[in-house]
């Protein structure tokens, strides 16, 4: 035996921690882990997991890596050379045999033992494909082909290791296995034996997909932890307490209100109820819940207290998901003010693609300090208290996740997790979310509840096992409200009543007469008009806007646009550089001679909360007052444009606070981003054909708070803005499946089902129907049809037949966001996000990276993604472009002509 190869008498892990210290750190991560999160199910999954945490770098040993990693070392082995994880794998397989054969030690069943084999194997990588990598592994013969290859680097490991560090290998296998194993034992120069332990009859168990991401996230967030330094926090989080919602709801101060006061009532008996019944289902065992409410009863409110409860009870988390990130704002000042923590404290965590996703284990001052990696690291684990995210970050880490999104799924253990507006899921998915459902219940001992007030039925529907429990047993004091009490009413557009009555058929109503029917209704009104017309295209919504800005300016009076001199406010203050900072903890990058925002900081208010208010101001002071105000609203908007304008919108919508345009009628023309989450109350809204949860979730932004009289929602089927294929067809019609083919997807015959079983009995010339029908009659006649014409319960799904079948990466590929083409991310610097460029490259040249990447995520808020198509192509050819790490930066600063054609709205470059 050799000696042992020493650089200033260590064997490393890394630069600056010996391998002992790491693999110790490590052990004791998943030890904390398995406490806390209660992921420690039985005897043998604890001995494994921390037989893996044991042995796991158990390859570092060889010289090969210790060359590498020691800097003052001048000799570089070969690449192959030094990959640890496969000689890592193969001694933890062989270590669990021994484990399992000890009639001292727990029985390792086989299945764990291989899950454990691929959780080392891949602590570095992704889960791949199981039947693919068995073949890698398995039937190997001996100097025969090029499976064999790769067991010959292991021997050439092992053997080095046998030469230079055996006894530090020997002392981590007797420890991991209490002295079952002993290094002597190991197949140092014949390690193609290992292949017959991984040879499994008749394939992987329906639960060894998840066992597989159990172990793999449990050893990849330890070990990912420990080498940032970090330890896991040793008590399980702490609670929000459900209370403070109690000091915070909705509440009318004048008792003379009848219809106020009794709908605060029934928000509170929904809220009572929803509590009650989430307790003492958990205590029958129940796990997934429905919570199925009107809009305006209070849905965020029960929902989050009724998770925050029962998380109190189970001593875990809740993980609260969205669909999109353009809504999750709303509820994230929600919980801001409620609960008066911030994103990032150690209680709460705020996670998607455009934050700088952050949290403090001490609960430091986030804004005294800029972002660091290990804050990030650990917001990315979502240890906190409660974590609000999206549907994407959720289910795409449960299904297939990348090797940095796994570290998030031991905090899944023991969580209640709400899913606000399920109908928001892609149907492709369906059967995929219901089996990922089982997994949350079953293996991690997860709360499901799905919250909307259309509920898809999706578990009820496909699951043969789950039974959703409804936290509203009865739904008749709500919708007897309604009736009583109608919050709108739906107006039948004669272009719908034909579809209805023909088909695909009827004629639709052209863009210019809708355009005309807005603005006559708008200009004869006797008071302020609020009104909203949302589009299924972005295309559509901003011609529609534009056309609405032509037909104001030709009668005369003053109309403004919202948005056209936004640019100019971020440019004269430093409100924009505030709100990165809020939201990314990055230091300011452009100079002032000093700050050009007065307003003092407010716990009360999230800081684009405050940039709203004083743009309003700003905008008044510019303008003066105006007749109409337009704004158009798509996800063609920066970020961080778009959650001002609304911001904008909800201040201007209010009646109890003041502007320069309390007197002005407000016009907006809006894609389907403001049907879900987005709190806005307009006395009109009109919604081209869609989906019926769709026009169900858009009356939702209509008299939402009961104010005066009957909203009116004008639903209508309008004509593609050449006045050719409706843009609904095109949006809603038949899909493309992958690999079968063309398939009957068609959500609007169900659409049209459902309306015509609702009013074909008493239309009778009619063009209305109240909103408690149109909220459960006929939300239930459209899932009725859907499921029946998806065959639900009888269907085989391939996407779901991928987690029996243990297929990691074709999970992982797998998007909740369906796209039927390419897309480009485009950086639409104004002057201030030009400053932050600039210095996102200084800091990178000065090796700063954790201040970079701070600035590199604030300037996610400028990005819009434009589809790739034959209308949008000739367009960006036209411009000119510099490629950035994951996007493009636009260069022509005169090119709003050419970004108007791609739909990006005035609010970046000016009018």
Same mark, same amino acid.
């Given at each position: 035996?050799?000696?042992?190869?020493?650089?200033?008498?260590?064997?490393?892990?890394?630069?600056?921690?010996?391998?002992?210290?790491?693999?110790?750190?490590?052990?004791?991560?998943?030890?904390?882990?398995?406490?806390?999160?209660?992921?420690?199910?039985?005897?043998?999954?604890?001995?494994?997991?921390?037989?893996?945490?044991?042995?796991?770098?158990?390859?570092?040993?060889?010289?090969?890596?210790?060359?590498?990693?020691?800097?003052?070392?001048?000799?570089?082995?070969?690449?192959?050379?030094?990959?640890?994880?496969?000689?890592?794998?193969?001694?933890?397989?062989?270590?669990?045999?021994?484990?399992?054969?000890?009639?001292?030690?727990?029985?390792?069943?086989?299945?764990?033992?291989?899950?454990?084999?691929?959780?080392?194997?891949?602590?570095?990588?992704?889960?791949?494909?199981?039947?693919?990598?068995?073949?890698?592994?398995?039937?190997?013969?001996?100097?025969?082909?090029?499976?064999?290859?790769?067991?010959?680097?292991?021997?050439?490991?092992?053997?080095?290791?046998?030469?230079?560090?055996?006894?530090?290998?020997?002392?981590?296998?007797?420890?991991?296995?209490?002295?079952?194993?002993?290094?002597?034992?190991?197949?140092?120069?014949?390690?193609?034996?290992?292949?017959?332990?991984?040879?499994?009859?008749?394939?992987?168990?329906?639960?060894?997909?998840?066992?597989?991401?159990?172990?793999?996230?449990?050893?990849?967030?330890?070990?990912?932890?420990?080498?940032?330094?970090?330890?896991?926090?040793?008590?399980?989080?702490?609670?929000?307490?459900?209370?403070?919602?109690?000091?915070?709801?909705?509440?009318?101060?004048?008792?003379?209100?009848?219809?106020?006061?009794?709908?605060?009532?029934?928000?509170?008996?929904?809220?009572?109820?929803?509590?009650?019944?989430?307790?003492?289902?958990?205590?029958?065992?129940?796990?997934?819940?429905?919570?199925?409410?009107?809009?305006?009863?209070?849905?965020?409110?029960?929902?989050?207290?009724?998770?925050?409860?029962?998380?109190?009870?189970?001593?875990?988390?809740?993980?609260?998901?969205?669909?999109?990130?353009?809504?999750?704002?709303?509820?994230?000042?929600?919980?801001?003010?409620?609960?008066?923590?911030?994103?990032?404290?150690?209680?709460?965590?705020?996670?998607?693609?455009?934050?700088?996703?952050?949290?403090?284990?001490?609960?430091?001052?986030?804004?005294?300090?800029?972002?660091?990696?290990?804050?990030?690291?650990?917001?990315?684990?979502?240890?906190?208290?409660?974590?609000?995210?999206?549907?994407?970050?959720?289910?795409?880490?449960?299904?297939?996740?990348?090797?940095?999104?796994?570290?998030?799924?031991?905090?899944?253990?023991?969580?209640?997790?709400?899913?606000?507006?399920?109908?928001?899921?892609?149907?492709?998915?369906?059967?995929?979310?219901?089996?990922?459902?089982?997994?949350?219940?079953?293996?991690?001992?997860?709360?499901?509840?799905?919250?909307?007030?259309?509920?898809?039925?999706?578990?009820?529907?496909?699951?043969?096992?789950?039974?959703?429990?409804?936290?509203?047993?009865?739904?008749?004091?709500?919708?007897?409200?309604?009736?009583?009490?109608?919050?709108?009413?739906?107006?039948?557009?004669?272009?719908?009543?034909?579809?209805?009555?023909?088909?695909?058929?009827?004629?639709?109503?052209?863009?210019?007469?809708?355009?005309?029917?807005?603005?006559?209704?708008?200009?004869?009104?006797?008071?302020?008009?609020?009104?909203?017309?949302?589009?299924?295209?972005?295309?559509?919504?901003?011609?529609?806007?534009?056309?609405?800005?032509?037909?104001?300016?030709?009668?005369?009076?003053?109309?403004?646009?919202?948005?056209?001199?936004?640019?100019?406010?971020?440019?004269?203050?430093?409100?924009?550089? !505030?709100?990165? $900072?809020?939201?990314? &903890?990055?230091? *300011? +990058?452009?100079? @002032?001679?000093?700050?050009?925002? =007065?307003?003092? /900081?407010?716990?009360?208010?999230?800081?684009?909360?405050?940039?709203?208010?004083?743009?309003?101001?700003?905008?008044?002071?510019?303008?003066?007052?105006?007749?109409?105000?337009?704004?158009?609203?798509?996800?063609?908007?920066?970020?961080?444009?778009?959650?001002?304008?609304?911001?904008?919108?909800?201040?201007?919508?209010?009646?109890?606070?003041?502007?320069?345009?309390?007197?002005?009628?407000?016009?907006?023309?809006?894609?389907?981003?403001?049907?879900?989450?987005?709190?806005?109350?307009?006395?009109?809204?009109? !919604?081209?054909? $869609?989906?019926?949860? &769709?026009?169900? *979730? +858009?009356?939702? @932004?209509?008299?939402?708070?009961? =104010?005066?009289? /009957?909203?009116?929602?004008?639903?209508?089927?309008?004509?593609?803005?050449?006045?050719?294929?409706?843009?609904?067809?095109?949006?809603?019609?038949?899909?493309?499946?992958?690999?079968?083919?063309?398939?009957?997807?068609?959500?609007?015959?169900?659409?049209?089902?459902?309306?015509?079983?609702?009013?074909?009995?008493?239309?009778?010339?009619?063009?209305?129907?109240?909103?408690?029908?149109?909220?459960?009659?006929?939300?239930?006649?459209?899932?009725?049809?859907?499921?029946?014409?998806?065959?639900?319960?009888?269907?085989?799904?391939?996407?779901?037949?991928?987690?029996?079948?243990? +297929?990691?990466?074709?999970?992982?590929?797998?998007?909740?966001?369906?796209?039927?083409?390419?897309?480009?991310?485009?950086?639409?610097?104004?002057?201030?996000?030009?400053?932050?460029?600039?210095?996102?490259?200084?800091?990178?040249?000065?090796?700063?990276?954790?201040?970079?990447?701070?600035?590199?995520?604030?300037?996610?808020?400028?990005?819009?993604?434009?589809?790739?198509?034959?209308?949008?192509?000739?367009?960006?050819?036209?411009?000119?472009?510099?490629?950035?790490?994951?996007?493009?930066?636009?260069?022509?600063?005169?090119?709003?002509?050419?970004?108007?054609?791609?739909?990006?709205?005035?609010?970046?470059?000016?009018?």
């Amino acid at each position: 035996m050799g000696s042992t190869y020493t650089t200033k008498g260590e064997i490393i892990a890394r630069p600056g921690q010996t391998h002992w210290n790491h693999t110790n750190g490590v052990v004791k991560n998943v030890d904390t882990l398995l406490s806390t999160t209660g992921l420690g199910k039985d005897e043998a999954f604890r001995k494994t997991v921390r037989t893996i945490a044991y042995l796991h770098d158990l390859g570092k040993l060889t010289q090969f890596f210790q060359q590498y990693i020691h800097k003052d070392d001048p000799r570089e082995p070969a690449k192959k050379d030094r990959y640890h994880s496969l000689s890592g794998a193969f001694v933890t397989l062989h270590a669990l045999k021994s484990l399992h054969d000890d009639p001292e030690q727990p029985d390792i069943p086989q299945k764990l033992r291989i899950a454990a084999f691929y959780a080392v194997a891949k602590h570095h990588l992704s889960i791949e494909n199981f039947t693919e990598e068995q073949e890698k592994y398995t039937h190997v013969i001996e100097n025969g082909d090029h499976r064999f290859q790769r067991y010959d680097r292991v021997r050439k490991q092992l053997e080095n290791i046998d030469a230079h560090t055996a006894p530090h290998a020997a002392k981590l296998i007797e420890t991991a296995t209490d002295g079952a194993l002993t290094w002597s034992n190991i197949y140092i120069e014949r390690p193609f034996v290992y292949s017959e332990l991984l040879n499994w009859k008749g394939g992987p168990s329906e639960d060894f997909y998840a066992l597989v991401l159990e172990l793999w996230s449990l050893l990849t967030c330890a070990d990912k932890m420990n080498a940032a330094g970090m330890g896991i926090p040793t008590e399980s989080p702490a609670s929000l307490s459900p209370k403070a919602i109690q000091g915070k709801i909705n509440t009318f101060p004048t008792p003379e209100a009848t219809v106020q006061k009794t709908l605060n009532e029934l928000r509170n008996d929904a809220r009572k109820e929803a509590q009650k019944r989430i307790q003492e289902g958990h205590q029958g065992d129940d796990q997934v819940f429905t919570l199925t409410l009107p809009t305006g009863f209070g849905k965020t409110f029960a929902g989050l207290e009724a998770a925050l409860t029962l998380a109190e009870a189970k001593d875990g988390r809740v993980i609260y998901a969205l669909p999109y990130t353009s809504v999750i704002d709303q509820t994230d000042d929600v919980i801001q003010s409620v609960f008066n923590i911030q994103s990032g404290s150690s209680f709460y965590t705020k996670h998607h693609h455009l934050t700088d996703t952050r949290t403090t284990i001490d609960d430091v001052a986030l804004k005294d300090h800029p972002s660091t990696g290990d804050e990030v690291l650990y917001g990315e684990t979502w240890l906190a208290s409660l974590v609000l995210t999206t549907f994407v970050q959720l289910f795409e880490s449960i299904a297939g996740p990348a090797n940095t999104q796994s570290i998030k799924l031991p905090a899944i253990q023991d969580s209640v997790i709400v899913v606000d507006e399920p109908q928001a899921l892609s149907m492709e998915w369906w059967h995929l979310i219901t089996r990922l459902t089982s997994i949350l219940v079953e293996d991690y001992n997860a709360t499901v509840i799905f919250m909307t007030a259309t509920q898809p039925r999706i578990v009820s529907q496909i699951s043969n096992d789950l039974s959703p429990v409804p936290l509203i047993a009865d739904r008749t004091p709500y919708l007897s409200f309604l009736e009583t009490h109608p919050r709108v009413d739906y107006q039948l557009d004669d272009s719908l009543i034909e579809y209805l009555e023909q088909g695909a058929s009827a004629t639709p109503r052209s863009p210019a007469s809708a355009t005309d029917q807005i603005a006559t209704d708008v200009l004869t009104a006797e008071e302020r008009e609020t009104a909203l017309a949302i589009c299924n295209t972005v295309q559509s919504a901003q011609a529609l806007g534009q056309r609405l800005t032509k037909q104001f300016n030709d009668v005369g009076g003053s109309t403004v646009h919202l948005g056209e001199h936004l640019l100019q406010f971020f440019s004269e203050t430093d409100w924009v550089e !505030r709100i990165y $900072a809020a939201t990314t &903890s990055v230091e *300011q +990058a452009v100079e @002032r001679d000093e700050p050009a925002s =007065d307003q003092e /900081d407010s716990d009360e208010m999230s800081m684009t909360q405050r940039a709203a208010m004083a743009y309003l101001d700003y905008l008044g002071e510019v303008v003066g007052s105006a007749d109409r105000m337009l704004a158009t609203l798509t996800t063609r908007l920066r970020p961080v444009d778009r959650a001002i304008l609304i911001e904008c919108l909800r201040l201007l919508l209010d009646a109890d606070h003041e502007t320069s345009f309390t007197e002005t009628s407000i016009v907006v023309t809006s894609t389907q981003l403001v049907e879900a989450g987005v709190d806005v109350s307009f006395n009109r809204l009109y !919604r081209d054909f $869609a989906p019926l949860p &769709s026009l169900v *979730q +858009a009356a939702g @932004r209509c008299n939402r708070s009961y =104010d005066g009289d /009957d909203g009116t929602v004008v639903l209508w089927r309008l004509a593609g803005e050449a006045n050719d294929i409706p843009p609904s067809q095109l949006i809603y019609g038949s899909l493309i499946g992958s690999e079968d083919g063309e398939r009957d997807r068609d959500l609007l015959a169900p659409t049209r089902y459902a309306l015509n079983a609702v009013s074909s009995t008493d239309r009778g010339g009619t063009t209305s129907l109240p909103e408690h029908v149109m909220i459960s009659q006929a939300v239930e006649e459209y899932y009725t049809s859907v499921h029946k014409r998806e065959r639900s319960k009888d269907r085989d799904d391939k996407l779901a037949k991928k987690v029996d079948l243990a +297929a990691g990466e074709d999970l992982r590929h797998a998007s909740l966001i369906r796209q039927d083409y390419e897309t480009i991310e485009i950086l639409i610097p104004s002057e201030v996000e030009q400053a932050y460029l600039n210095r996102y490259h200084e800091l990178k040249e000065q090796r700063e990276f954790e201040k970079a990447d701070a600035v590199f995520s604030a300037l996610k808020q400028a990005l819009v993604t434009i589809p790739v198509t034959k209308r949008t192509q000739p367009i960006l050819d036209r411009l000119s472009f510099e490629e950035e790490r994951t996007f493009h930066v636009l260069c022509s600063a005169d090119a709003y002509t050419l970004i108007h054609g791609l739909g990006i709205m005035p609010t970046a470059l000016g009018e």
